[in-house]
């Protein structure tokens, strides 16, 4: 099983600034990996896929970026809706898994 | 409009068995596209159960595997998970989604609470 970690657990950023999220896998995931966001009581939300390709509809300001074990999701200008749980998954082969998240909230 | 609407009892008593559906609208199961269900217990990160496609391939978590069984009804356009002897820690927020080889979950349900509890 390929074991998600990501950092830091909590990021506590201010409005209107930039956010940046680790993700790192116990092993080479290639670039099958993507982003979601979950906020309270809601079903996670499809950022990003292929490490740094955006899901349909997400704002410029998401991007995402690395390879094979490191891989980072920025948020360029934190807007008030982006407050939220983040996780990033591995999709490399058929026992997908999840990291244990990253809850950005308001500094 | 791809939706995705899970529904079943919210309570099940320890070592029953858990049955929930997933009912599909805006696009054909049959087809195709794998469809999954993912968990998540209160306050806590997301676990994949497993997923099937149209034709009733199945894969399977493997820490799940000996109690789970997802199946698909392309007449009804939904599919279905059962999870045997559960237990407390099966308490979880299940979803139903979509995914295709290659790619991750882009549609998701809006989830449904079971808590086993007697």
């Known amino acids: 099983e390929i074991v998600m970690t990501q950092s830091p657990a909590t990021l506590s950023v201010s409005p209107g600034e930039r956010a940046t999220l680790s993700c790192r896998a116990s092993?080479?995931?290639?670039?099958?990996l993507a982003w979601y966001q979950q906020k309270p009581g809601q079903a996670p939300r499809l950022l990003i896929y292929g490490a740094s390709t955006r899901a349909t509809g997400i704002p410029a300001r998401f991007s995402g970026s690395g390879s094979g074990t490191e891989f980072t999701l920025t948020i360029s200008s934190l807007q008030s809706e982006d407050f939220a749980v983040y996780y990033c998954q591995q999709y490399n082969n058929w026992l997908f898994t999840f990291g244990p998240g990253t809850k950005v909230d308001i500094k | 409009q791809v939706q995705l609407q899970e529904s079943g009892p919210g309570l099940v008593k320890p070592s029953e068995t858990l049955s929930l559906t997933c009912a599909v609208s805006?696009?054909?199961?049959?087809?195709?596209?794998?469809w999954g269900w993912i968990r998540q217990p209160p306050g806590k990160g997301l676990e994949w159960i497993g997923s099937i496609y149209h034709s009733g391939s199945t894969y399977y978590n493997p820490s799940l595997k000996s109690r789970v069984t997802i199946s698909v009804d392309t007449s009804k356009n939904q599919f279905s998970l059962k999870l045997s002897s559960v237990t407390a820690a099966d308490t979880a927020v299940y979803y139903c989604?979509?995914?295709?080889?290659?790619?991750?979950?882009?549609?998701w349900g809006q989830g449904t609470l079971v808590t086993v509890s007697s």
């Open positions: 989604a979509r995914l295709w080889i290659g790619k991750p979950f882009d549609y």
């Open positions: 092993q080479s995931v290639s670039s099958n």
């Open positions: 805006g696009y054909s199961i049959s087809s195709g596209y794998y």
